[in-house]
């Protein structure tokens, strides 16, 4: 990931060496001119090889500053025009809106708007029907605040960190990650002297600089010499602050509390109740869509890194020794782009693969896993993510946590590149054990054996009377110590006893070690029955960040058309109907007592549906219709008289992908919003027609052939 | 509500007599054992007089007890019960389970498991339904994360509180008023020898308990030498807590926020642009469903009142000199029962109205407010709430806010008593100009005139020359104060320089009087033209506490019936099919496999008509199935062999209203969970039979006439 292009670093190489013959020449020029024998002609032909030797660098700049342009910044300039295009109209709109905006708002907090919270309660239904439903999943709904003691277990207190600096004069906190990685992308791109060396450096520390410890990343900064942002003041050394809020549950101060950082623990502490609520089998899942809460130092990426958020996670629990699928093959033939460790490592890009092989191959690790990374593509596609901006990139060694078996993240392109939208981690069995030690509660899935098993144990039996004597009053601690220990550590000692009589054992309740004697302890291996086993399931979580994913949905959802008149560009969000805030529009073509009745009429059909509407009756435009639109022409009761097309346009711009318009009493015309194709309905089949189309049971295209085409004057252009 | 029953009272007066009679005979009987003269007889008589009177007292005792009782405790004993089958019901079958109970849990912190979750989603999916949609809200979704100075504005920093005692040696808090509360009861309940004038105080008490203040409230604990109930220690003297969950935005320790109380401010603070999204028109609604948080210092009442909890709410924007509503006559005709203050002051109980009237009698404030209540007893009672058990309750004068124009709250009766799960107010334009203080941004509406109006407008227009001689460094300040006088200060102050020649004047800048001579400002009244009129709206606000309404729907949806054996009582769950977490099963009769290709081939049509379903095909019965019912003996594969009268048990436990019983291969059996009536439907149907009872569109009852009844071995008593 970090290989710095060989072509890049010839040319760093090469204007280098540029540089150097242009410092000579330039040398040359004024030791001649300073020589009295050098006569006007040796100079001239001095200072125009001079000049040559500048504009052969000053073309090498040029190619080396068109070539980090073209490694990952040749679009950046329009990709930040398109996505100022996006955030503007869905600002305008109301998608969102900066929260507290009167107060000035919050660094990292956004509301959703109107079209904002239908689409978001859209994609949050699409994802209960999805996965909930459809895999028979326990649905939980737990509290936001969680008492200390779970964030503990679960590790959140010890290590959900980022790495803070502070401007040691005003105390201003960064992530002394980003300013590095400012710092060195800054460089690259703008310090053209730059060695190939040095820019092979600053390359390798952005690949790594997710794995730079706080001494680390201090030195960097030390070394670099870099300050404060804002002041160029010093900086202090990077140390951990915990992004979770803080708070404290009850009156007495004494039971610190944590506003959630994900959903899952809510899931794990109640693993015992769903297994039970399961008859006690393996494997089955359980899901949670709520609020989880990261307080960032510094928010960056809009709405990509918020301080709340919303998640919907599904812990997937499963048996350790099968981690099969009944319903893998649903998913075996999808294609689409992945991205396993080994292509990262040898610099290679994400390819398409189909995922039963991979799965095969072993590059996923197993079918649960494999299952869970289509069932995500097909959300995601449905949704309206492009396919080729799409990716499911699996984490190096040193991205997953010690425990993990495996991790997939499906990433999604967009302005920012390539965002983790999901996560799906084989997570073992950390995060049970973890709430087992801490509860003291056995978080453990039993399997009863048809026919009871043989199986050979090890006994341990301290010789009680013999202990007594040699360690009186801490004879418990070391009997305790005895009794715990694993099959390997017993038979070490056995071996030991056996051998030398004796063997030095470590009482970790004491703090020290002990000598055991061959009568201490008897250790003997025994055939035993066993009618079941017991065992810590293994989870597979597959956890979506739903604002990122709505981010980047609206980004591949959103293009640009010329107006009928091809005087301004008009925005289009073409949400599949699945998403889109509103589903259709209903108007009557002019104002006319009959085409609004026969509006209201068709209003009622779509009601019955079960079809999100607005209907825009002029008389009552203002007050009820679906274009607020608040350009300020458009007020004061002038909307009867807009056009067609400018109804349309405002249409556009939220989604909505049917329109209905009402230019006669016993048809009307149904315009799909990208196409702006139409077709003539009779009014009492209208309602089923949008319901059809948009509930996926048949296409627009289905549409077109069955009803007649229609161009009128209640097209658009 | 204080009024003590006059029966009551002469009970008491009537026991205290008799306590003095009993007393008056005892002594006698003492002073004749004493006295050396008395004989025999005289002792006996005197004895059997005491016992004769005390029998009397005890019979006044009794009557007095029974009394108590029927004064709001008889049913004490089976409410409790009730509630206590109720709610171990809803725990083994996880509609609830306490949080992070692993870990002992924390108070007033529940989970939805499963049924309560799926519960939960249907309320909240026809709450969206019943009013955003049908009323066109705008609806919002905003951060719980909020930063301190919104709710400075709000109040809530300084008035979000609840009255604390600690005990003076442990640290234990709890609420003041609940220790006077449960003193006053307890004395009633328990003690029968208070007078009738010290009842009528701990009534008195009971009743105004809301209202009392810090010192009142810690005079009574004083007063009646109340002590913690744990320990017997001493309490502090009470004072507030703020109930807000406080925590720090970023890392600087510097931005105080809190987890929101209410879903509320968040659209206040985004008026501006809501107003502007709706063309700025009135009237329009804004609405927000999300989680609220609520530090209690020691909850009770189980899932009625906790600390985490999800509100949804409305803002009803209007101008205040039109409340009327266009929909009002859609509710006018609703008939159910108010409590309107001047029968709660006069002791009487509430009475059904017919809301038409209770507004034109202006009982209810005006017709939006008006509006609102009848949409809220629709909502209700829809969901299954038992409408003799629901009552719109006026506040009080004392229990409403000084700005509030009129508020109703929606209680319903369950086995906690009247709980308070839907508040409806006319909070006039309090919210909107606190934040437009708080902010410096208007958030104001606009009335264009259709033609300019002339009103008279006082100018005033100070003469800066003079106020520079009077007050130098103060002139700026004084000029300021005289600016932003309103009409009548400046017309009381015109009237005084015009009659005195000066007028004391209060600048608060400066914090003192100063006095304006003629010469220093003059005061006109003008007739000016004006456009529009600007005016801070109104906000009527229906709030719903989702988790209340939902407790109270468990109990009024439960009861219990004998199984057919009549050895137990089985719980039902009546909910109707639009809250039911499930809305039917599919099982076969009997293990086959052509019956459960028939299951099968009826659970893919109710997937196609959007019916969530849970199917029992016996082979994966276990993993896959509804009844995930863990009692011990039907572990292990046994319930192949459970009799269908057992699985409709589990199910109706669950509330989902139809059974599919596949017992042919050409029509099924379809059964009703509350009259247990069966019919049989013909396989290709049966999915639009359930779709059409679940969707409203067709009763059971049209069912049973349609099709035939049946009563075979898939009957279940």
Known sequence: MAAVDPKESALRQALAEKQAAVDAQAAAVRELKSAKSADQAAIDAAVEALKAVKLEKASIEEQLQAMIKSNGNDTAASREAFRQSVINTLERRLFYIPSFKIYRGVAGLYDYGPPGCAVKANVLAFWRQHFVLEENMLEVDCPCVTPEIVLKASGHVEKFTDLMVKDEKTGTCYRADHLLKDFCKDKLEKDLSLSAEKAAELKHILAVLDDLSAEELGAKIKEYGITAPDTKNPLSDPYPFNLMFQTSIGPSGL????????????????????????????????????????????????????????????????????????????????????????????????QKMILGEAVGKGIVNNETLGYFIGRVYLFLTSLGIDKDRLRFRQHLANEMAHYAADCWDAEIECSYGWIECVGIADRSAYDLRAHTEKSGVALVAHEKFAEPKEVEKVVITPVKKELGLAFKGSQKMVVEALEAMDEKEAMEMKANLESKGEAEFYVCTLGKNVTITNKMVTITKEKKKEHQRVFTPSVIEPSFGIGRIIYCLYEHSFYTRPSKAGDEQLNVFCFPPLVAPIKCTVFPLVQNQQYEEVAKRIAKALTAAGISYKIDITAQLVSTLLWRYPSVEDMGGREGGTSIGKRYARTDELGVPFAITVDSTTSVTVRERDSKQQIRVNIDEVASVVKEVTDGQSTWADMLWKYPTHSSASADD
């Open 255 to 350: 039971s610190p509390g944590y506003m959630r950082p994900e959903t899952a623990q809510g899931i794990f502490v109640n693993f015992k109740d769903l297994y039970y609520y399961n008859g006690n089998k393996l494997p089955f899942a359980a899901a949670q869509i709520g609020q989880a809460f990261r307080n960032e130092i510094s928010p960056r990426q809009g709405l990509l890194r918020v301080r709340e958020f919303t998640l919907a996670e599904i812990e997937h629990f499963v048996d350790p020794q099968d981690k099969s699928h009944p319903k893998f093959t649903d998913v075996a033939q999808l294609e689409f782009l992945m991205f396993p460790r080994e292509l990262q490592v040898s610099g290679q890009s994400a």
